[in-house]
């Protein structure tokens, strides 16, 4: 995932409060404002004092948004279907592929962050710039952006995480692996549960550590992903 915390590392993006990116500082940053400023309080020196998300360190965003695991919940699938009928009534029905529930927490029998997935593959001639505006105006903060992607996320507070969080990825034709690495699982319950346990045991290792939570799961990730991508071809899936 291209995160809150990721993007604290570069010097061209900003975090969190609302997606604030040096290569696009226009009127778009400006209209979005109030949506970034986002600020937890601490009381110092009998005052409140307030701090922006986008001003706390790196190691102040892991220790307010840890890596925690949670007992697979019945709840998921229902809201991402309430999330996606939301999207669908707000983004442009021709320019969208497919929206597709991904991650841990679309398996349904693994441990996962409490954090719904969403995959939102457009067309080619999807207009990204105005997508964007629509998915800030229905609450979410754009995290990262790039010619061929774009991420947003919704449900990170100054207390920490809403009831409901979601990451939102946007993508172009024909860029969704997560769909493979998903439906592997799901067909594959020894795969579903290896993936499990080592989940589990990195959240003990990175609890406050999301790069290195994240890099280490990358070559599983890779595996059974390709085998999902094998198993979809012969199946002429996709």
């Known amino acids: 995932y291209t995160t809150l915390f990721r993007s604290r590392k570069r010097k061209r993006e900003r975090v969190a409060g609302g997606g604030i990116f040096a290569a696009n500082p226009g009127s778009l940053r400006l209209r979005r404002f109030s949506c970034f400023i986002l600020a937890f309080t601490a ?5 409140f004092m307030t701090k922006a998300l986008s001003e ?3 190691e102040e965003l892991w220790h307010l948004f840890p890596i925690e695991l949670v007992p697979p919940r019945q709840e998921w699938p229902q809201f991402y279907a309430e999330e996606s009928s939301f999207l ?5 029905e021709n320019q969208l592929i497919r929206m597709e529930h991904i991650g841990s927490t679309a398996i349904g029998t693994i441990w996962a962050k409490p954090i719904v997935d969403i ?3 457009t067309t080619e001639e999807a207009n990204w710039e105005d997508m964007q505006a629509r998915l800030l105006d229905a609450g979410y903060l754009c995290m990262s952006q790039s010619e061929l992607r774009m991420s947003f996320n919704k449900g990170y507070t100054p207390q920490g995480f809403a009831e409901r969080v979601f990451h939102l990825h946007l993508r172009r034709p024909g860029d969704h692996d997560e769909l493979f690495f998903r439906d592997y699982l799901i067909d594959h319950p020894k795969a579903a549960l290896a ?6 045991w ?3 290792l990175y609890r406050f550590d999301r790069d290195g939570y994240t890099a280490a799961k990358t070559e599983m990730i890779r ?3 390709q085998k999902g991508k094998a198993e979809k071809y012969r199946e ?3």
Do not use: C
Not at 43 to 47: A, E, F, S, V
Not at 88 to 92: D, F
Not at 195 to 200: A, H, R, S, V
């Open 43 to 47: 009381r110092k020196g009998g005052l």
């Open 202 to 204: 990195l959240a003990k």
């Open 88 to 92: 669908k009534s707000q983004l442009p």
């Open 56 to 58: 706390m360190s790196l």
């Open 119 to 121: 995959l939102v593959e």
């Open 223 to 225: 595996e059974y992903t």
């Open 195 to 200: 993936y499990q346990q080592l989940k589990l």
């Open 236 to 238: 002429n899936d996709f």
